[in-house]
């Protein structure tokens, strides 16, 4: 049965395309493009007809809207019938060739996403739901000295009077972080989807939160029913040393050589005009016999 593809992207339409021309016949591909950046990916709308495009929203870091985006497109994927769904963004590219990827999930029913619980006030994730954060709920960009520094002042006045505080997020206490990207069955998706739109609750306080898409799935997921058939590894491979602390770095030769990588089915971040980008080309190609 096909899989599909969401791709979130915003960068570099060069490497969007790369990313399609290897997967676009193999998955059922849905793609947003930052709004701001559309006019520049457009071309791509023409070359892969078989993909759909939206670019409904202008993604701010750390907001509400890429959440909003990716569960869109999951929602518009449920009329297709396939047996898993990919969250990657358009920097990712796939470590081995297609075809393995969509076998190896041929007889599987799990669900790959990393998670771990925030057990207590000294983990790190904890004041991204513990407290209000103002710029997420009204789309503000957190990356402006002004904004950040009012939802600092607004996180102060929270720490002197903690019964302005809270200890969950819709029905759950037990909250769950995690990064967005992974690979779920349908039925996984299917499931969050509805719960969603059956709560209100959960999705009004998520949209307080900062950095909201590291709350949602594994929350859900964890303590549904569904929390065996979770495997604490979302098949992702990425490097974050020598970041900034707002996303991996771009990968070098070693990194794609290493055991890590090569567990993993998809990495990220991967530059177009790079011996990276040309090295995973020729395994897609050279195993394809194209």
């Known amino acids: 049965m096909k899989q599909c593809l969401i791709i979130t992207a915003y960068k570099s339409v060069e490497m ?21 950046k559309w006019p520049s990916f457009e071309v791509l709308k023409k070359e892969f007809c078989d993909v759909v495009f939206l670019h409904d929203y202008a993604v701010k870091w750390g907001g ?13 994927s449920l009329g297709k019938e396939y047996s898993y769904v990919h969250i990657i963004s358009g920097e990712d590219y796939p470590t081995k060739p297609v075809e393995e990827i969509i ?37 503000m960009n957190y990356k402006k000295p002004w904004v950040r520094y009012l939802n600092l002042f607004c996180v102060g006045i929270q720490k002197c009077f903690p019964i302005l505080q809270r200890n969950h997020i819709g029905e759950f206490q037990k909250i769950y972080w995690g990064f967005i990207w992974g690979t779920y069955p349908k039925y996984a998706v299917e499931y969050v989807l509805n719960y969603l739109k059956c709560h209100h609750e ?89």
């Open 16 to 36: 969007l395309r790369c990313l399609l021309k290897s997967t676009h016949d193999h998955f059922y591909c849905y793609v947003h493009v930052d709004k701001e």
């Open 202 to 290: 959960f999705w009004k306080d998520l949209s307080t939160c900062k950095i909201p898409e590291e709350l949602c799935f594994q929350t859900i997921l964890m303590n549904s029913n569904y929390r065996e058939k979770v495997v604490n590894d979302n098949l992702r491979y990425w490097n974050f040393e020598g970041g900034d602390n707002s996303g991996p770095v771009y990968l070098n030769i070693n990194d794609i050589m290493s055991d890590k990588c090569n567990r993993a089915i998809f990495c990220r971040k991967v530059k177009y005009d790079s011996d990276v980008r040309r090295i995973l080309e020729q395994r897609q190609n050279s195993i394809a016999g194209k």
């Open 103 to 139: 076998a190896k999930f041929d007889k599987d029913e799990k669900i790959y996403c990393d998670y771990d619980l925030i057990s207590s006030k000294k983990h790190y994730a904890y004041r991204r739901y513990c407290f209000y954060w103002p710029y997420t709920k009204f789309s």
């Open 64 to 76: 509400q809207e890429h959440l909003e985006v990716v569960l869109k497109m999951l929602n518009m």
